[in-house]
DNA sequence: GCCACAAGTGAATCCCGAG
DNA sequence: GCTCGGGATTCACTTGTGG
């Protein structure tokens, strides 16, 4: 490593990253998930997606320190030391999970409302920051049986990022895409895993809780990027697998149940990724490479003396040859002059400013994906 | 009193009824809502519901994407100076909450991601028994003007009993009839407050968050009988008590800001009837499903990477794993690459692309068509 | 009166890289 | 850590205005 480059990381205070071969990618790791994330290093994976068990009776992990006899007289007490136990439980595996995470990695936990709060709570309480909490409603859910309650048709995510000041992973743009051009909200509507993707032996259900592919793909394709580590504390039947080799990301599994690893290797090997131009995806205006206002006078698509106007014409401004605007006595930036005529803090002058182009009023925006169109390789 | 009732009482340990003229029924307790519930004695309401502080966490200002700037909860009661603060005002009114609850009783409670896993772990380290957590899944919720996470559009409920063995109120067959004869489910489609609704002086809300009654009806109808008692600690202007007047049960509320209580005491006077369209939107049928084109990539309908065309082979295009397409150097939605490759305004993507199904070149829409008929209920 | 269009708004933890 | 400044970013619905 150059010195330049380690005095770069030292003071920016970024261990360098860990080498890919260091890592068990897509192993499944043998064994309770608390021990098995103990044996990977510190920040080194890019997100956590976690199905932890929902009831409280968790057998071996949650006895009890004494392991006494629990009287049935004393039921109301049980309950209080199920619950401590179980967040003993989750404070252990939310720490280990925050722990192997990059700083800019990001958390997803799925859970009912039987653990969902105390997860959520202990969470916050150990430093992560709940991003967004989304519910995925059940196309198809079981009914109530017994006409007791309401349906319960839905499961809730909860995202979270390392920190209230840290960076996160966010597709915006190919969310939108996929919600046919409208922002993705916090509901998702999809049905249960069932039919071929359902794993099934002798005609019984591998796991009792396989979740659907489409619900990792849609947490993967939002929150990571092609090539990202995805690690799975509770990884089941591999459903987190399977999507993270379809869509070209690395993945991590945890699980003690000989039986399910077994059904997640058959089926991540059966897996396909996807070819590389199929997992393009729409990018932002963040990501694309940037374009000056200046480069359209240099280029000729906008000549110097172009008078530009705001869309009602209220404010008119002229192009000077160095790519900034006047109007009367005032100039400055695209930006700063259309904020300061319209004394707003801030204005996107790509949208604000127009000029007559075909017979049309445009925004100079529209100019600039033409200039993108044209220069595109 | 018979002897054989006050044995029944004695061995139920069941205490008797409060005097209903010892409850201040239809009044507004004014003060801090942990002391007003203090003056009321045991057992004697039939349902709890509230809606505490969110304790929001807001940083700077927000604007639109427009420049206009986003009225935001700033009142004082929204602020906490720690998750542990927020925690200790939690447990405080939940126990006086519990405390007034008649037995077979039951809590709401509705919050967002900021509060709720907070709310619900200390309301099950109190001895409350959740019965359902509920979703409102809010028809036109603000959008995210930054675009940096999901679109924030719902809420959530949690309905609890006193404890696990309790027995509580659920009018099954009433919600079953409110949706069409289908079960009711646990996501609940209703528009935020607005409109004639939304109460007003001088052109402002008078109220930040003011809920609407369609929520507080379906929560009523559902769970209480008539002539209940119905207790909210955070009456603010007093959705609940129109509501339970409306529905004929009684109520009791708790409100520290008198130009609070003062329009929740005009408003329940006026006891308007619910206009026609919130109660159509209360017993409308489930909204129509909408399928995006991404749900079908997600849900392995249809495969990124499959080729489509139109109709007649003139343009064909690569689906891409976000749902978008993309033909040569150009990419975009289904409807918008349609429209641009045609050099046409606008373009139905579900009729203009097709693909090759069991033989025969097929709209995608079809496609759509099959995912509805597996998914439907 | 009606239609078209513009303007306003709702519980929101809402940018980010360069220097 | 900080500041500075370029420039990216919205959906459904209601109300008001002008013709």
Known sequence: MSQVLLKERIRLRTPAPIPRELLPLGQILDGDCIEAMRSLPDACVDMVFADPPYNLQLGGDLARPDGSHVDAVTQAWDKFDSFAAYDRF?????????????????????????????????????????????????????????????????????????????????????????????????????PICGGPERLRK???????????????????????????????????????????????????????????????????????????????????KRTAPKVAFGTLIETGWIAPGTVLTDRKGRHTASVRADGSLVSGTQGGSIHGLGAALQGAPSCNGWTFWHLQHEGELKPIDAIRQLYLLATEP
Chains 1, 2 share one sequence.
């Open 202 to 284: 002798d005609g019984h259900k591998v796991h009792p809780t396989q979740k659907p592919e489409a619900l990792l793909y849609r947490v993967m394709l939002a929150t990571t990027e092609k090539g990202d580590v995805v690690l799975d504390p509770f990884f089941g039947t591999g459903t987190t697998g399977a999507v993270a080799k379809r869509l070209g990301r690395e993945w991590i599994g945890c699980e003690r149940d000989g039986t399910y690893r077994e059904a997640a290797r058959e089926r991540i090997e059966m897996a396909l990724p996807l070819d590389e131009s199929a997992l393009k995806t729409m990018q932002s």
């Open 90 to 190: 989750t404070r252990e595996w939310l720490t280990e999970a925050r722990r192997v995470l990059k700083p800019d990695g990001s958390l997803w936990v799925i859970g009912s409302y039987h653990n969902i709060f105390r997860v959520g709570a202990m969470l916050q309480d150990i430093g992560f920051w709940i991003l967004n909490d989304i519910v995925w409603r059940k196309a198809n859910p079981m009914p109530n049986f017994k006409g007791t309650r309401f349906t319960n048709a839905h499961e809730t995510l909860i995202w979270a990022s390392t920190g209230e000041k840290a960076k996160y992973t966010f597709n915006y743009r190919a969310m939108k895409t996929l919600n046919d051009e409208l922002q993705m909200r916090s509901d998702w509507v999809l």
